[in-house]
């Protein structure tokens, strides 16, 4: 095992040299890495090095961090801090790099992309591949290559003629020309000597370069100024009638700096309004209630079947306007309900093959939950689901319609993206709103769109280099990418939603928030402050002043509120729910009756209450108070529940604080008097009534032509229609006609509640292996290292070439191991599977009977028995 005093010579090497708490960090920021644990910390290292396993670790890098990396992809390979610093600090050694620089080193080297000593820095290679320049891809520093590689294909005479261009003295061949050539260009003193020679128009054409893209094109007859530069080797030829600035010449101009601009230190998120937090905790009660009542509504509108499923899956764009107009919300709002329903198991699709969407069963038992645990339940399933309402409406790649409800919303980085935008708004003081545009700057520097600022080679007219230099935006990291990256989008969608579900009100975060991020401790009995208003109440607007006392909230210290485990996650939804609770509107019992034939429930009404009304009258208006309206057809379908009049005179008394309004009774009577009158059977279908003159002016009226009726009997009337249309066609004539069943009996029909066989929620897609908990971890480091023990310890006896298994006889082998039990030696065994699948183990041998050996397996970690027959051989560790 490699010592301190020993340089690693591999990253296998430095990561012997690491303890188990910085393996557990390794692998925590890496959690592809153990999936499955590697055998020893060499297969850990190769697996490190992988090109997906190191793309992956470059996404999640901050921009300083990934400005490190892409600082030593253009250094030397091993390269010191000191030129690390130098490329980074530039020659005027800014003092919040050289303060930040450590840190970002420290990053890198955790997760394995960068190894070795301070004096000997190296990017993984795969690292170093992705991120130097090539004229393939350009690098994001936007510097070409060095002059050794720009001139590795160039004739040694055409060398010698640049060096003596340059001032310089000829050398015998051209390893050292172009070591002299570089010597000059990385001198400050003589370039700069070199380049006061230079004509005005060569140091424009530098000037455009410097930044990137580094190449250019000229013509096969150059201008005087860009010929003074080819001929000194400030511009080298890579192909015919390219060029390109060489990195040594680049990193003269620019100071010594590999980036255009640096960002050491993220930006701050900025307070764009303060409030106090009652206010907001209240606005984001309201909203909450807000939410629940918009859920219900949706899956009430579809409680006898939604709308049908396309065949490619999904609700069509007409179903969906159906659905905003019915919410009265515009379609991406619909959008976003309609998926959070889904996320939270409420709503699926039945699997008929009339295949529609309805609700589950676990919609019912949603609904017998106290309000606070039904919100809870949304804002988890908002909080960790992967699918994304904001695409609906969008393309995918193959340009087809992304549609709600169908394929193609998954986007793995929604979830974690939730977290940190409320993780950021969990860092400003209580009662603060963030401006988004500070939000997105931060997740930005967080994790940057890798090479979007990077430089692309360019063409230009003939004699010029067409290469210029790029605006402020240039260079890895350098400004604000654009709006349409993924991850700002959804830190965009994440902000309007947080708002829409209650986490958030007036744009800040709310103490239900944040206990729903597990920032907030709370105990069984703690909740809001008695004396806060609740959602129902008039809201007490406008910031905090002087003299406001603000309550104290007791949370834990803002963190970067990672996602939590499924049951952390519950923990955290639960606080959540009893914070919560006290600030949502209490169930009411009552209504107040108008004489205008409405009904004004001033607040949340208890569920039998509220259901009653939903058959009774007809909602007119929503809002703090929601007005209901009592038509002929809504106290008509009352009566079709088989609920009499002597039963809705009963209700309204009993529910209402005011008097029963005599047009409402008057109404109630009147559809009553005349409801059944009519009976409709089915003969095809037919009318009776003990009314033959009721009869009379069926017949006798011209929109009953359609249902082409006859008479059979005074009292009877046979139609060619169904009942169902002859019930709607006498209706729709003024008639309170009821379906009779075949024995005679009035037909009693309620609204059927159509729901889907059982449904689960559906599963987030995960971003990648998710990381590891500590037991994971432990168990893993302790199979790697005793995996690395095996194939490094010497052993005692001689070890098989190419790594292949000890081969010993039976005897030996049963010899060894009992040998091993008296003594205590630990072995290295091979041993082959009942599926035929070799491995390396180290055991300590406990006991052998039976043809079988009782051991303790470092490798596993446990005490196992194997059959002596399938161990292929046995070797003694070395003692030391």
Not at 301 to 325: F, H, Q, Y
Not at 647 to 660: E, G, I, K, N, Q
Not at 664 to 689: E, F, K, M, N, P
Request: proline letters at 9%; glycine letters at 8%.
């Amino acid at each position: 095992m490699s010592t301190p005093a020993t340089p690693p010579r591999s990253l296998a090497e430095a990561l012997r040299t690491r303890d188990d708490a910085s393996l557990a960090a390794l692998l925590r920021s890496r959690p592809d890495l153990i999936t499955p644990v590697p055998t020893d910390l060499t297969q850990l290292a190769t697996r490190a090095g992988t090109r997906g396993s190191v793309v992956r670790a470059l996404e999640r890098l901050d921009r300083f961090a990934l400005q490190t990396a892409e600082a030593l992809a253009v250094a030397s390979d091993p390269a010191s801090y000191d030129e690390l610093l130098a490329l980074m600090a530039g020659d005027r050694r800014d003092p919040a790099v050289v303060h930040a620089l450590p840190r970002a080193l420290a990053a890198l080297r955790e997760q394995a992309l960068v190894w070795g000593a301070d004096d000997r820095l190296r990017l993984v290679r795969t690292a170093r591949e992705l991120l130097a320049p090539s004229p393939q891809h350009p690098s994001p520093t936007g510097l070409g290559p060095t002059v050794a590689e720009a001139t590795a294909g160039m004739s040694p005479g055409r060398v010698q003629e640049i060096v003596t261009a340059a001032g310089l003295p000829s050398t015998h061949d051209p390893v050292s020309a172009v070591a002299s050539l570089t010597k000059l260009f990385t001198a400050r003193r003589r370039m700069k000597t070199l380049l006061a020679g230079a004509p005005e128009e060569s140091l424009e054409v530098l000037n455009r370069l410097v930044w990137g893209p580094p190449y250019g094109q000229v013509t096969a007859d150059p201008a005087p100024w860009l010929r003074w530069l080819i001929d000194r080797g400030l511009l080298l030829p890579t192909a015919p009638g390219t060029v390109v600035l060489p990195r040594e010449v680049a990193l003269h101009l620019r100071a010594g700096r590999a980036h255009r601009e640096v960002e050491p230190v993220a930006p701050a998120v900025e307070a764009k309004a303060t409030h106090r937090p009652q206010v907001v905790d209240t606005t984001a009660a309201g909203q909450a209630y807000t939410a629940l009542a918009t859920v219900e509504e949706l899956l009430k509108d579809w409680d006898e079947g939604g709308p049908a499923v396309m065949r490619a899956g999904g609700l069509s764009v007409r179903d969906l306007k159906r659905t905003a107009v019915a919410l009265d919300v515009a379609e991406p709002v619909a959008a976003f309900w309609v998926e959070l329903a889904y996320a939270a198991g409420l709503l699926a699709s039945d699997g008929e093959a009339d295949e529609r969407y309805a609700a589950t069963p676990a919609y019912d038992e949603w609904l017998d939950q106290p309000a606070a645990q039904r919100w809870a339940r949304l804002a988890e399933a908002w909080l960790t689901a992967t699918r994304t309402s904001g695409l609906v409406g969008g393309r995918d790649a193959k340009e087809r319609t992304l549609s709600a409800l169908g394929p193609g919303l998954d986007r793995s980085a929604a979830p974690e993206v939730r977290h940190r935008v409320l993780g950021l708004l969990a860092g400003l003081p209580e009662g603060a709103s963030p401006s988004a545009e500070s939000v997105l700057a931060r997740l930005r520097w967080e994790r940057p769109v890798r090479g979007a600022g990077g430089g692309q080679r360019s063409t230009g007219g003939a004699g010029s280099a067409a290469g210029s230099a790029e605006g402020p935006g240039s260079g890895a990291g350098a400004g604000a990418q654009g709006d349409d990256d993924l991850r700002s989008r959804l830190a965009r969608w994440t902000l309007g939603e947080a708002e829409m579900l209650g986490v958030t009100g007036r744009g800040a975060l709310s103490r239900q928030g944040r206990a729903l991020l597990g920032l907030e401790s709370v105990g069984a009995g703690d909740g809001a402050d008695p004396s806060a208003p609740s959602a129902s109440s008039p809201d007490p607007s406008g910031p905090s002043g002087p003299g406001d006392k603000l309550p104290v909230h007791h949370h834990r210290p803002p963190t970067h509120a990672d996602p939590l485990s499924p049951a952390e996650q519950a923990t955290a939804s639960a606080a959540a729910a009893r914070i919560l609770a006290p600030l949502l509107p209490e169930p009411l019992d009552h209504v107040l009756l108008q004489a205008d034939l409405t009904a004004v429930a001033p607040g949340p009404l208890e569920r039998p209450l509220a259901d009653m009304l939903d058959v009774l009258a007809d909602v007119e208006s929503k809002g703090g108070a929601t007005v209901y309206r009592f038509t002929p057809g809504s106290v008509r379908r009352a009566l079709d529940a088989g609920r009499s009049a002597s039963d809705l005179h009963d209700f309204l008394t009993a529910h209402s604080r005011t008097p029963v309004p005599q047009p409402l009774a008057y109404l109630i009577d009147d559809v009553a008097r005349r409801h059944g009158h009519l009976r409709i059977g089915a003969a095809s279908a037919y009318v009776r009534c003990d009314d033959d003159a009721v009869l009379s002016e069926i017949l006798a009226d011209k929109r009953s032509a359609g249902l082409r009726l006859r008479r059979l009997a005074p009292t009877v009337l046979a139609a060619q229609a169904d009942p169902a249309a002859l019930l709607d066609g006498l209706r729709a004539m003024g008639f309170a006609p009821a379906a009779e069943s075949a024995e005679g009996d009035v037909v009693i029909t309620r609204a059927h509640a159509r729901r889907t066989p059982p449904r689960t929620a559906p599963d987030p897609v995960p971003d990648g292996p998710p990381t590891p908990d500590t037991t994971l971890l432990s168990a893993a480091i302790r199979a790697i290292r005793a995996g690395d023990r095996a194939s490094t310890t010497p052993l005692k006896t001689t070890t098989p070439p190419n790594g292949e298994l000890p081969r010993t006889s039976s005897a030996e082998t049963l010899a060894t191991v009992q040998a091993a039990v008296l003594t205590g030696t630990t072995l290295w065994i091979g041993y082959v599977n009942a599926e035929g699948a070799a491995s390396q183990r180290v055991i300590a041998p406990i006991r052998v009977e039976g043809g079988f050996v009782t051991a303790y397996d470092h490798t596993a970690d446990e005490v196992r028995t194997y059959p002596l027959h399938r161990v292929t051989g046995v070797a003694e560790l070395a003692e030391d």
